[in-house]
C-alpha cells in the first residue's frame, strides 16, 4: 500500500486517541465495541435500536452483541424494553449512566488540549498541524512517540553520517527517518508546542 506522511500522521494520531480509550475502557472492565454500541444508541432512531441492526451496524454476529448487551444491561449502562406494539421485538436503551459514561470516556478534552497548545504556532501546511497535533497529545498523554528517528533526542548529526546516542550505533540516512521505539521527543521541538 503506498502511503504519505499525512496518511502516517492521522494514522498514528487516530491509534494515540483509540489507545487513550482502550485504557479509559479497561479501568471500567470495558471494551472498545461497548463504547461503539452504546453511541450507536445514542444516534440511531426507533427502528434502529434492536440487536439484529446493532450487530447489522457494526458488523458483528449477533452472538457477540448480544454478549455485549448483557454486560452493559448489567453495569446499567442500557436497558432493553418491549415494543409496544410486537412483544417479540425488543429495543435497546441507552442510561442517563451510559450516556455519562460516553461524555466521560470521549477524548475530546485530551484532543482539544492538545489544539490549544499548537493554537499560537505558525503552522503552515496541514503535516505540519497534524505533526504538532500528535507531538501535543503525546506530552499530554506521556506516550511513548514512535517518532521517526532524526526528530530523536538522541539523534547526532554529523557531517558524513549520524549516530544514535543510545546505542553508540552509527545511522545511515535510510536509519534517520524510520520510527523507533525508544524515541524521545527532541526538547527544541516538544519546546515550540508549549
Ligand atoms: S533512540 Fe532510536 S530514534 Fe533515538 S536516535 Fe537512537 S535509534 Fe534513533
Do not use: W
Amino acid at each position: 500500500m503506498k502511503d504519505t506522511p499525512t496518511f502516517r500522521l492521522i494514522e498514528r494520531i487516530s491509534n494515540l486517541l483509540r489507545s487513550e480509550e482502550r485504557k479509559q475502557y479497561a479501568a471500567l472492565g470495558l471494551q472498545p465495541v461497548h463504547f461503539q454500541l452504546l453511541d450507536y444508541l445514542t444516534r440511531c432512531n426507533q427502528f434502529s435500536n434492536t440487536l439484529v441492526v446493532v450487530a447489522e451496524y457494526l458488523g458483528l454476529t449477533k452472538g457477540t452483541v448480544s454478549k455485549s448487551i448483557q454486560l452493559l444491561e448489567r453495569k446499567n449502562y442500557l436497558l432493553k424494553l418491549p415494543d409496544a406494539n410486537d412483544r417479540r421485538v425488543t429495543h435497546l436503551q441507552i442510561t442517563p449512566q451510559g450516556e455519562q459514561l460516553l461524555n466521560n470516556i470521549r477524548p475530546i478534552d485530551v484532543f482539544a488540549k492538545a489544539q490549544q497548545s499548537i493554537s499560537n504556532q505558525n503552522l503552515n501546511s496541514l503535516d505540519e498541524a497534524l505533526h504538532a497535533i500528535l507531538c501535543a497529545l503525546q506530552k499530554a498523554n506521556n506516550t511513548k512517540s514512535f517518532g521517526v528517528c532524526h526528530t530523536c533526542s538522541n539523534f547526532i548529526k554529523m557531517d558524513d553520517h549520524s549516530l544514535c546516542n543510545l546505542t553508540q550505533l552509527p545511522l545511515n540516512e535510510v536509519d534517520s527517518i524510520k520510527i523507533c521505539r525508544e524515541h524521545r521527543l527532541n526538547p527544541a521541538i516538544l519546546n515550540t508546542l508549549t
